[in-house]
């Protein structure tokens, strides 16, 4: 007999729930279901969102032009842009030049490189050393952070990727 009212239950919630509005089933949807107790109330959720689904007529297709993916990107144009840091194919280093007269850096300095890449200082770091397009180094550290090494300075800046 209980499994029978949470049968019903299941049922007249999904009823109330469940709309031939919808274009699709939405992930919350699918959650309530799981959290449905009786196997056989569960299962009869399930299936009304399955049959839902179903029952939607497909989008129409729209006469654009069709889509172009957007471009590849190297394991070096990616660097310093990647949302986890040990994604596969990922580049521990990448090495530039900063054209031009180099100075230095104070902290919140800006970096643009021969590559086109804009790094930020990120630290309270400071030095001095003058020099006519340097070549840098940035490295991958621990927990996300990077790291700037200008050549013939025995000093690193932690530095993070703008664009």
Request: hydrophobic letters at 45%; glycine letters at 6%; a positive charge.
């Amino acid at each position: 007999m209980h499994a029978l009212a949470t049968l019903a239950t299941a049922l007249s919630l999904s009823a109330g729930l469940f709309t031939s509005a919808w274009a699709n089933p939405a992930a919350a949807d699918w959650q309530r279901c799981r959290q449905v107790s009786e196997a056989a109330a569960r299962l009869a959720c399930y299936d009304k969102l399955a049959d839902m689904a179903v029952a939607q007529p497909a989008a129409p297709v729209a006469a654009a032009a069709p889509a172009v993916p957007p471009p590849v990107k190297t394991p070096t144009e990616r660097f310093g842009l990647e949302q986890k840091a040990a994604q596969e194919g990922a580049a521990d280093t990448i090495t530039s030049v900063l054209p031009g007269d180099f100075e230095g850096w104070d902290a919140k300095t800006k970096f643009t490189l021969a590559n086109g890449q804009v790094w930020q200082v990120t630290d309270g770091s400071r030095a001095y050393w003058p020099a006519k397009s340097p070549k840098v180094t940035i490295r991958r550290g621990v927990l996300g952070a990077f790291y700037l090494q200008v050549e013939g300075l025995n000093t690193t800046a932690k530095v993070k990727r703008l664009q």
